[in-house]
T-cell receptor, first 115, second 113 residues
Framework: DVKVTQSSRYLVKRTGEKVFLECVQD?????MFWYRQDPGLGLRLIYF???????EKGDIPEGYSVSREKKERFSLILESASTNQTSMYLC??????????????FGDGTRLSIL | AQSVAQPEDQVNVAEGNPLTVKCTYS??????LFWYVQYPNRGLQFLLK??????LVKGSYGFEAEFNKSQTSFHLKKPSALVSDSALYFC???????????FGTGTRLQVFP
């Protein structure tokens, strides 16, 4: 089974801090994604990466950046955390072959609170 | 632009009864459609997908979904609900231009004993 591991289940940070959320997958998937989940809004894509050192903006990239130095690891960075970034963050990975019809595999999420 | 809608925020059903969770979509080409489930404090788990072929797609945990092109719908169904099916369900459609997934806002299924 595909395993997507997010380093923290719960995280509390202060406004203005630089925050790192880490995600590791063990199935050699090319594509990786970061979403945030908010009640009533579903999942919104922040950034994604088709492969190592590649990154693309999603629908809500403002205030975030990403890093993909190794294939298995995709990091989300909040440059200067703000209270409106309090949310559940979900990481996902997907095999490249036949990309459009491949399911994404999700980690268990990081619930981030910014005080 | 591609989109997906889940018209019900919550669906309540008694254990043993059939359940339906609704999803409608809008795409310009052939739709690639997915259903995911999210249990409390967990990530999303893939249930099933429709790419092409039979309109009735079978998935995990006894779930199935019916693709209806004329009604642009992809409703999730199960013949007999279990209390353990209580969770948040998401429908998603592939964005044809980018291959990203566009998610609905989710439907909370509550199965009562």
């Amino acid at each position: 089974d595909v395993k997507v591991t997010q380093s923290s289940r719960y995280l509390v940070k202060r406004t203005g801090e630089k925050v790192f959320l880490e995600c590791v997958q063990d199935m050699d998937h090319e594509n990786m994604f970061w979403y945030r989940q908010d009640p009533g809004l579903g999942l919104r894509l922040i950034y994604f990466s088709y492969d190592v050192k590649m990154k693309e903006k999603g629908d809500i990239p403002e205030g975030y950046s990403v890093s993909r130095e190794k294939k298995e690891r995709f990091s989300l960075i909040l440059e200067s955390a703000s209270t409106n970034q309090t949310s559940m963050y979900l990481c996902a990975s997907r095999r490249l072959a036949g990309t459009g019809n491949q399911p994404q595999h999700f980690g268990d999420g990081t619930r981030l609170s910014i005080l | 632009a591609q989109s997906v809608a889940q018209p019900e925020d919550q669906v309540n059903v008694a254990e043993g009864n059939p359940l339906t969770v609704k999803c409608t979509y809008s795409v310009s080409g052939n739709p690639y459609l997915f259903w995911y489930v999210q249990y409390p404090n967990r990530g999303l788990q893939f249930l099933l997908k429709y790419i092409t072929g039979d309109n009735l797609v079978k998935g995990s945990y006894g779930f199935e979904a019916e693709f209806n092109k004329s009604q642009t719908s992809f409703h999730l169904k199960k013949p007999s609900a279990l209390v353990s099916d209580s969770a948040l369900y998401f429908c998603a459609v592939r964005d044809e231009g980018t291959d990203k997934l566009i998610f609905g806002t989710g439907t909370r299924l509550q199965v009562f004993p």
